[in-house]
């Protein structure tokens, strides 16, 4: 078959294209083929490619299985019962035998009567290529691992809907919430199938102003969870668009903020039992200088001589110093002996010396309120400090 006598010129067009051309006969014996062909079977003459199998050549001799896999594949091609181009990709060799992988089409040649005669073959070295799109897509996976892996385990709640409201995706913690296996079976479930209809009728709401007014909102939020705790979340959600700017869903992002809702009415409850205690307090000490007052008030008998309601005299022999006198002041104020302290600038200890060691003595007490009752009594608190 000398394909120059019938078609001229085609020995110098397949010369020149970038692939491998070649023709074999109906028993896979190579009819002619390129240069590049040539080479590549390790020939420097497209002749000695002539009449020689894929396993006869330089390159494939020591490659029998790989050899057996072109001459498989040729044969299948032409036993193909429908006459078409076939592509597939084949193992090959390089010029220094170093594994290869083609892309090849492959079609039957017929005779004047259409019977198979042979197969015109041609490849294309695709290594490259596949080694790239391989490194492409395993960095493609890799993305995509990281990015479900971040996406899985970021804090607090993550979800998008469509513009239906329909779920399309959420993260870990939001799927445990709800009390969902993995987060994929959230896919396809609407919001007012999650959570009571009160609480979805709101979140409703919210995510379709969102998706009418393509404004971003933060707002509060309630929720139940999957043992029916009812929480409050403070969710931020914004429009999801498509590149062509059309709102197409939304993208939440919730935090359960209960504990911070429950301290606020903590701290309110706990300030307004201050100011009650405080009022309480305040009508106490005002109660206490009254009855204090009462107490040294003087009522003449019938002799018309002063005497103190239900006391004696003052005691004489009871002298104060200043630092006693200024203790005693500030103990019938309610101060503590640290509180007092702190405010003459002694220590505690001191504080506490001149109470156990000075004043209990002197007016013959042994706790602080008899002290300050008795002090009273005998006219030893000032009505203000002295300076």
Known sequence: MKLENHFPGFETIINLLPAHVYILDINNL?????KLQAQSFGFD???KVVGKRNRETPLYSNQQDLAETLDNNNMAVMRNKNIEIVELEEPGLDLNGNFVVFKSYKLPLLNEDKQVIGLLGISY??????????????????SELALDNIMANLPGH?????EKNQCLGCNDQQAYELGLKNRHEIVGLNISALQPP????????NNN??????????????????NGVDKVYLSRKTPLKNKSGKIVGLLGISLDITAQKEAEKLREQIAMHEAMAAKNKLFKDFTSQMLSLINHFQILNDNGKSKLVNEKEPNPNIKLTKRETEILYYLSRGKKPKD???KLDISHKTVQNIIDGQLFPKLDTHNIG????KAHMWNLIPLIPEV
């Open 30 to 34: 190579y009819v002619t083929c390129n």
């Open 45 to 47: 003459d497209i002749k």
């Open 125 to 142: 070295d695709i290594t490259k290529y596949k080694n790239e799109l391989e490194a492409l897509h395993s960095k493609y996976v890799q």
């Open 158 to 162: 993550v979800y998008w809907t469509d």
């Open 198 to 205: 009160e609480n979805a009728a709101i979140v409703i709401k």
């Open 209 to 226: 102003l969102v998706m009418k007014t393509g404004e971003e909102i933060t707002t509060e939020e309630n929720f139940k969870d999957i």
């Open 340 to 342: 007092i302290a702190f």
């Open 370 to 373: 008899d002290l300050i009752e």
